[in-house]
T-cell receptor
Framework: DTEVTQTPKHLVMGMTNKKSLKCEQH?????MYWYKQKAKKPPELMFV???????INESVPSRFSPECPNSSLLNLHLHALQPEDSALYLC?????????????FGPGTRLLVL | DAKTTQPPSMDCAEGRAANLPCNHS???????VYWYRQIHSQGPQYIIH???NNETNEMASLIITEDRKSSTLILPHATLRDTAVYYC?????????????FGKGTKLTVNP
């Protein structure tokens, strides 16, 4: 298995809802990442997990809560989001979090907050 | 901030080589140059990366200048499916972790 999968593909939620995005890889990678991409903008890093521990949080608001329950799975819990949080949320993984390691991206979850 | 600059857009005729330039004048000696592309509304796709030497794989070639301040991605025979935004990235070291900081990229349009 050489891919990163993300579910759901699309999500519509209200500002009072709680939802979760899921990312999975079975390549044995030990680093996983969440990115956010607004329309017509490049992806921006949100979080980095290395060996299931959070290593980078790019000052993301607490309404986004990442979780890495095991080395294959990465979740992003969403609560009390704002309409401006509507974006494509991308997950990526790499063998390690280090120099020269290639990140492989999933197809993304397109989120709309109403 | 991204450590690379790229032209915002380029056009290429189908079947011809597409040469995409990238400037990274502040690159450090041990930093890799990565190229990704993103076809509309899909996740970024890894293309190639290099440190000092030129690299080639089944998708593309990467030419890095001797001073490492710039590089060129070459798609030898562009097809319509190569139409995408191409990102040249130098990873940023942060406390032992490395970050991919995407710049604005080059929108490559391959024309029939």
């Amino acid at each position: 298995d050489t891919e990163v999968t993300q579910t759901p593909k699309h999500l519509v939620m209200g500002m009072t809802n709680k939802k979760s995005l899921k990312c999975e890889q079975h390549m044995g990678h030990r680093a996983m990442y969440w990115y956010k991409q607004k329309a017509k903008k490049p992806p921006e890093l949100m979080f980095v997990y290395s060996y299931e521990k959070l290593s980078i949080n790019e000052s993301v608001p607490s309404r986004f809560s990442p979780e890495c329950p095991n080395s294959s799975l990465l979740n992003l819990h969403l609560h009390a989001l704002q309409p401006e949080d509507s974006a494509l949320y991308l997950c990526a993984s790499s063998p390690e979090d280090g120099r020269g390691e290639t990140q492989y991206f999933g197809p993304g979850t397109r989120l709309l907050v109403l | 901030d991204a450590k690379t600059t790229q032209p915002p857009s380029m056009d290429c005729a189908e079947g011809r080589a597409a040469n995409l330039p990238c400037n990274h004048s502040t690159i450090s000696g041990n930093e890799y140059v990565y190229w990704y592309r993103q076809i509309h509304s899909q996740g970024p796709q890894y293309i190639i990366h290099g440190l000092k030497n030129n690299e080639t794989n089944e998708m593309a070639s990467l030419i890095i200048t001797e001073d490492r301040k710039s590089s060129t991605l070459i798609l030898p025979h562009a097809t319509l499916r190569d139409t995408a935004v191409y990102y040249c990235i130098v990873r940023v070291d942060q406390g032992g972790s490395e970050k991919l900081v995407f710049g604005k990229g080059t929108k490559l349009t391959v024309n029939p």
